[in-house]
């Protein structure tokens, strides 16, 4: 059984950073897209960022480039986002997830999810 667990959100002030991580279990994520999410009260979930099986290939949304960086350890079975100079938008449940194709596209098959971790960036 597939498990993502996610962690490291927290209420930060606007400017800061936070490093978000992403445990995997029940799955070796070698081979495995990866990729953050978020859902912001009444909105649609969105893409963040997305990496391929070996971290060689990555993709960001506008929104956050150049202030997010993806990564993954395959040895840990870890994923991580590091998010600097937040800005209130940013507030939101931030989702991990896993693509099966190890592709790591934006909008890939994301199979499995975990149960999300708040961030909360204060003006």
């Known amino acids: 059984q597939v498990q993502l667990v996610e962690s490291g959100g927290g209420l930060v002030q606007a400017g800061g950073s936070l490093r978000l991580s992403c445990a995997a279990s029940?799955?070796?994520?070698?081979?495995?897209?990866m990729g953050w999410f978020r859902q912001a009260p009444g909105k649609e979930r969105e893409f963040v960022s997305t990496i391929n099986w070996s971290g060689g290939i990555t993709y960001y949304a506008d929104s956050v480039k150049g202030r997010v960086t993806i990564s993954r350890n395959n040895a840990k079975n870890m994923v991580y986002l590091q998010m600097t100079s937040l800005k209130p938008e940013d507030t939101a449940v931030y989702y991990c997830?896993?693509?099966?194709?190890?592709?790591?596209?934006?909008?890939?098959?994301?199979?499995?999810w975990g149960q999300g971790t708040q961030v909360t960036v204060s003006s």
């Open positions: 029940g799955v070796t994520i070698s081979t495995y897209g």
């Open positions: 997830a896993a693509d099966p194709t190890g592709f790591g596209r934006p909008g890939g098959a994301y199979d499995y």
